[in-house]
């Protein structure tokens, strides 16, 4: 056979706008996510919470409350494993400390759980969590995360406290330090004649998924912890429960229905071991659902992050030097914390490899007794780019050079190589493109200069770029298996998460490519650990890039194993044959010596039955006699083959492939904002955005778009309307949809979004990623055109109508006062 | 409290707590359709049709629907099935979480605005929140199904657009040099008219005296911020407080 090679031009599938496998089910409304899907009559778990950000358990009495009708048991402390874990869905040796307990003596945060309620009914829980009471001994916290290194009150003072990175120091409030020098640094930056030294900072913003996180636990029939929850990461999620039980991994099972949106959020168990200790320790279903209100408090946000930007570039308007200094609030736990904080400058500096001479970018991360945050979308990037992008804006804007022309001068190219970033070259970067395309879009030249309506309003444009990674390099594992079932159609089976991305629909356009079929044809099961093949899972942005490499080499597999079924039915060798998605057969142009001509074509089944039939009568090999059929059977059709796989065979019609990268090609993007600002007000109005990406070869364009826009929706509410503040306690007071205001259809409109593609080569059909990086340049943007049109830079989102306005007043930011900070 | 009421075309009669939820009782009768978000009233997840309007289930006390009529999208399967696939083609169904509000919100404004504009659309779903899709691809769908049901061809927003020379589709509106010179004439006509690009040009801005391009009219990167130096410093003294 030959081998499978297929031109760009000539994809029929990649690249084709094809709805998603689910979407009839999901817009119909149909039983398919976890709450759904479950039994009602599960014990209902929850949690009573500390109201207090750092405090000692004394003492928690729970007599009256077991005597509450339908209880099933109350738990504390003194009940669970007293081994550490962590809930970061992360590969192991996760790179998060171990700092977590499923209940612990020391409670770290205003939400952190006391005890778990467990009972028959709603109402029963609500009533025991009611008549629990708990005495506590009170801790002085350490809130303000600027204050919170070398502090000496320590959130995590614990013996068996286990990190996994060795820049983490418990006894310091570390969890992780980061340096990353190319160049002289100081010395560049000194030789600059513009220096700039600027500090921008970003809140915990929410992820915002419509589903609750929620999970539910059974003993399945071979007595194992079955857990089938909303979450991004099925294997890690076994891993996590066995250690938090303090069990066999073995005995764990997890599984992923669908899933109401993730965003990174379920990338970390935030609640399964709660319902997985009770339905270990009863033996009895049970389910968690959190509320809205728990999601908010108590989830796993962004990291808080302050990032002091020092650029030093010259009259000309070359950069010369980046320099970056990253404090990030991990809270009171360590989830992600040592991963994110390195985006902010791994992905950011590297933007300006072009004529960039050195770099500098080092990074804290520390515990506070605040909620700890986690993984959301952007991952760290989002914070760093939101700094740099800002800090350009303002360099630009000093200099007078406009900054879509100062950021041409400077970018990265194809073909380059990018030290700040694990000195990887751009090997598919269309970044310039993206600029350019984006200006001719957005109408730039017509759009930048400000322009005063007359009515009291003001319109002005802002610009920002963006990247990020497409996996985990030399970390991230994915897997596909995919099988020949019957009447030729294909299972596949994947590890990976879809969670309304698409990613079933577009590793079966991958497959479907190789196999030369409909991807209709091919039926997508995720996420099992009992079924599927292992995948990290759905995170990093790594899903296209990584396990549509390993679809792509499973069809491949497959496509020789579908070749050699086939030659063996037509009593050939496999080099003789080829596949076109329906049949397999002869080549004359494949043939070897002595081989007939194909010339006639048999279409008749019977004569396939017969063949069958020849091998039926004992163990002949397949490839048997060629004499058997040659000359009469020139192809024989996918289905046949597929009805030969299962009558006395021995080549199995399936086939797994595992991939890893050892690198991770950055998708880019340039974004483009034009506002209206009401000066009376500070109220800004978005008119329009343009964005044009580079994600290599879109495989499903109308999904990378939809990405897209809804992650450019989320950037524009982080930008403009998602506030998070503290009280003294260090709790949030946005506690539910109602004070967090996440973007309504209202807000904004005209968002418009194209594509450049670039061909990646590492990566399957040339794909690179699209998660992510869509989330990061309305902040930058929409910051730079607040300034155009008022004058004050704003350097902490979100830029309300308050702060727009007050800060007009006063002639710089205006910040509302940080309650954690008067303590 | 006992409560009998048409769900879906069938009386259902059935004993309830007196302080149960509409969308409480319609999930124990297995309309799992019906999704909650936020238990505050502001995501429209929960939307049915009480007595033909759209209503916030997690918000009605059972007792209020009392022999009325309330349909979920389990009963209205065939006039969703009008639209569905419109949006199915832009990929607006995403994680579907907040899909059959949504539809249910479509249904009620169909009925009660039978050709409604893009802005009556944006008006009328404006409780359906979604965080997955920035509402677009929604919006886009909507108006490719207006116009297709009104026998237009011409003008529907089916595919993405995509460049490259990877696909042979090259962008060629514009290209960097063309961008470049037409970026440094306007720079120049700028400069001609002073102030004319000046950001805080224009009567009656409430402008800081420094700090802005506007005094900055040398040019050179040093004398340009006055005000932004004194952000600086503050930041800085942020900054001293980890070190």
């Known amino acids: ?823 | 409290m006992f409560i009998s009421l048409t769900l879906n075309g069938k009386m259902i009669a059935d004993l309830a707590d007196a302080d149960m939820t509409l969308y409480a009782f319609l999930r124990k009768h297995h309309c799992y359709s019906v999704k909650c978000g936020c238990e505050t009233s502001n995501c429209g997840l929960c939307t049915v049709l009480l007595n033909d309007k759209p209503v916030l289930s997690c918000s009605v006390p059972l007792g209020r629907v009392s022999g009325c009529r309330v349909d979920t999208l389990e009963g209205l399967e065939e006039e969703a099935g009008e639209f569905i696939g419109f949006l199915a083609e832009q990929g607006a169904d995403q994680c579907g979480f907040c899909n059959p509000g949504y539809v249910m919100n479509i249904i009620a404004m169909l009925r009660e605005i039978p050709d409604p504009s893009d802005e009556e659309i944006r008006q009328y779903l404006s409780g359906n929140l979604c965080r997955c899709t920035g509402y677009e691809s929604q919006t886009r769908a909507l108006r490719n199904f207006l116009n297709a049901r009104k026998g237009k061809t011409e003008g529907l927003d089916l595919d993405a657009k995509v460049y490259g020379e990877e696909l042979g589709k090259r962008f060629s509106v514009l290209s960097e040099d063309e961008l470049l010179r037409s970026i440094s004439e306007r720079a120049g006509n700028a400069a001609g008219s002073a102030g004319a690009e000046n950001p805080t040009a224009g009567a009656g801005t409430p402008m800081m005296g420094g700090g802005t391009p506007a005094s900055s009219a040398d040019g050179s990167g040093t004398t340009a911020g006055p005000a932004v130096c004194a952000d600086s410093s503050d930041s800085t003294s942020g900054k001293g407080a980890d070190a």
């Open chain 1, 1 to 823: 056979m030959k081998e499978f090679v297929r031109e760009r031009k000539d994809y029929k599938s990649v690249g084709k706008s094809i709805p998603k496998k689910d979407s009839t089910q999901l817009l119909l409304g149909k039983p398919v996510y976890t709450e759904d899907i479950t039994p009602g009559d599960a014990l209902v778990v929850k949690l009573l919470r500390s109201p207090h950000p750092h405090a000692n358990v004394l003492k928690v009495n729970r007599e009256v409350a077991l005597k509450v009708p339908g209880i099933g048991g109350i738990y504390t402390w003194e009940d669970v494993p007293q081994k550490r874990f962590s809930i970061a869905g992360q590969t192991y040796p996760e790179p998060s400390p171990y700092d977590r307990l499923i209940l612990d003596r020391r409670v770290r945060s205003v939400g952190d759980p006391v005890a778990i309620v467990a009972g028959e009914s709603e109402k029963a829980v609500d009533k025991a969590l009611g008549l629990i009471r708990v005495e506590y001994e009170i801790l002085e916290p350490v809130l303000d995360f600027r204050r919170a290194l070398d502090n000496p009150v320590l959130v995590h003072p614990e013996d068996n406290w286990i990190p996994h990175q060795d820049a983490s120091d418990a006894k310091r409030n570390l969890i992780f330090h980061e340096e990353d020098t190319h160049g002289d640094v100081e010395k560049v930056y000194g030789d600059c004649e513009v220096q700039l030294d600027r500090t921008y900072r970003i809140k915990p913003v929410q992820q915002g998924y419509m589903e609750t996180v929620r999970a539910y636990c059974e003993i399945d029939r071979y007595g194992r912890l079955h857990c089938i929850s909303s979450t991004q990461i099925v294997f890690h999620i076994r891993r996590i429960l066995a250690n938090a039980l303090d069990i066999p991994k073995s005995m764990v099972r997890a599984e992923k229905p669908r899933i109401g949106g993730g965003f990174g959020a379920k990338q970390t168990a935030v609640c399964e071991v709660y319902p997985a200790f009770v339905t270990w320790k009863t033996k009895q279903p049970s389910r968690i659902v959190y509320t809205r209100q728990e999601c908010m408090t108590i989830g796993s946000p962004r990291h808080e992050m302050e990032v002091r930007v020092k650029v030093g570039a010259m009259k000309d308007g070359s950069i010369r030097s980046i320099d970056m200094h990253t404090l990030s609030n991990g809270g009171a736990y360590g989830e992600h914390s040592t991963t994110t904080v390195g985006l902010s400058g791994h992905k950011s500096i590297p933007m300006y490899t072009g004529g960039c001479e050195a770099t500098r970018f080092v990074a804290d991360v520390v515990y506070t007794n605040v909620q700890s945050a986690g993984a959301y979308r952007g991952y760290g990037a989002t914070q760093g780019i939101f700094a740099l992008e800002s800090a350009i804006n303002e360099i630009a804007e000093q200099l007078q050079i406009d900054p879509v022309a100062l950021r041409l001068k400077n970018i990265v190219r194809e073909g380059m190589l990018m030290p700040a970033y694990f000195g990887e070259t751009a090997n598919a970067c269309a970044l310039d493109r993206c600029l350019v395309h984006c200006a001719s879009n957005f109408g730039w030249n017509e759009k930048y200069p400000v322009r005063d309506m007359g009515n009291g309003k003001v319109r002005a444009a802002g610009v920002a770029m963006s990247m990020q990674g497409s996996c985990i390099s030399n970390v991230d594992v994915g897997s596909c298996t995919l099988k020949l079932s019957d009447e030729g159609t294909y299972n596949m089976l994947i590890g990976a998460a879809d969670m309304g991305t698409g990613c079933d629909t577009i590793l079966a356009q991958m497959a479907a490519e190789v196999l030369d079929c409909e991807p209709d044809r091919i039926a997508v099961f995720g996420a099992d650990t009992d079924a599927s093949p292992y995948d990290s899972g759905s995170y990093a942005s790594s899903t296209t890039y990584i396990t549509g490499m390993a679809a792509m080499k499973a069809a491949e597999e497959l496509r020789e194993k579908i070749c050699k079924i086939g030659a063996g039915l037509l009593g050939c060798s496999v080099d003789e044959v080829d596949f076109d998605g329906e049949y397999v057969y002869r080549d004359a142009s494949l043939a070897t010596a002595g081989a007939p001509a194909a010339d006639g074509v048999c279409e008749d089944a019977s004569l396939a039955g017969e063949s069958t039939g020849n091998s039926d009568n004992g163990d002949a090999p397949l490839a048997g006699s060629a004499a058997d059929c040659s000359g009469s059977m020139q192809r024989v059709s996918l289905a046949e083959i597929a009805l030969k796989s299962q009558i006395n065979n021995r080549i199995s019609p399936e086939a797994t492939a595992t991939w890893s990268s050892p690198v991770s090609p950055p998708p880019y993007m340039a974004g483009m904002v034009e506002i209206e600002l009401d000066k009376e007000t500070g109220s800004v109005e978005i008119l329009d955005y343009q964005g044009v990406v580079d994600c290599g070869i879109p495989v499903n364009p109308n999904l990378a778009r939809v990405q897209t826009e809804g992650g450019i929706g989320q950037g524009i509410g982080m930008a403009l309307y998602e506030n998070i503040t503290y009280n003294e306690k260090g709790a949030i007071g946005e506690n539910s949809f109602m004070q967090y205001n996440m973007p309504t259809r209202l807000d904004y409109k005209n968002i418009n979004i194209e594509f450049e593609t670039s061909y990646e080569p590492t990566g399957p059909f040339g794909v690179k990623s699209i998660g992510e990086i869509v989330i990061n340049t309305p902040a930058p943007a929409i910051a730079h055109a607040i300034y155009r049109a008022s004058g004050v830079w704003l350097r902490t989102p979100p830029f309300t109508p308050e702060k727009i306005v007050l800060s007009m007043q006063q002639g710089s930011e205006w910040e509302a006062p940080d309650l954690r900070c008067w303590s």
